[in-house]
């Protein structure tokens, strides 16, 4: 919240600028200054902080390498990373990882309702790196927190519980 705030600040103030002086010279508005700048304010208060928001979201997700996987031919195998550290990134992890063998892919898991990271995610290595990278990595101090690296299991699904008749 408050980066896009520090982002939108400028983007605001001149909106609101520009919005005084488009009704400023706008003839039989009968509105006084403060009460155009008063609106400028608020359209820019509402409209910027959307847009960048919007783009900042447009930024992280799109990929910033054509290829997101590895072109890897091999057997791999999944593994979770748990305590990550909020401000880690996609790419700091796989240049961690990266040091102890292959990495085809990593995940990163971000809240659905505010898009902040979670604090663990998924890698996707060589499988014959897999249990060199655990024995390595598991309570390794990165970024100021102990990692947590096991094997991840396979998820279940809710749908398919005992109960089938």
Known sequence: ??????????????LAILTYLLFSFLPDLGLDAATLVSLGVVLAG??????????????????????????YQGETSTLYVGNLPYRANEDAVRELFQKFGI????????????????????????????TKMIQKL?????????????????????DNDDNDE
């Open 138 to 158: 598991n309570d390794f101090e990165f970024q100021e927190r102990t990692l947590k690296v096991r094997e991840a299991k396979e998820r279940q699904d809710q």
């Open 103 to 130: 990495v085809i892919n990593v995940r990163l898991m971000k809240d659905r309702q505010t898009g902040r990271r979670r604090g663990f995610g998924f890698v996707e290595v060589a499988a014959k790196d897999a």
């Open 1 to 14: 919240m408050w980066t896009n705030l520090q982002r939108s600040l400028p983007f605001t103030l001149a």
């Open 46 to 71: 509402i409209l910027i902080p959307v847009l960048v928001q919007t783009k900042g979201a447009e930024l992280e997700t799109s990929p910033s390498r054509p290829a997101a996987k590895t072109s």
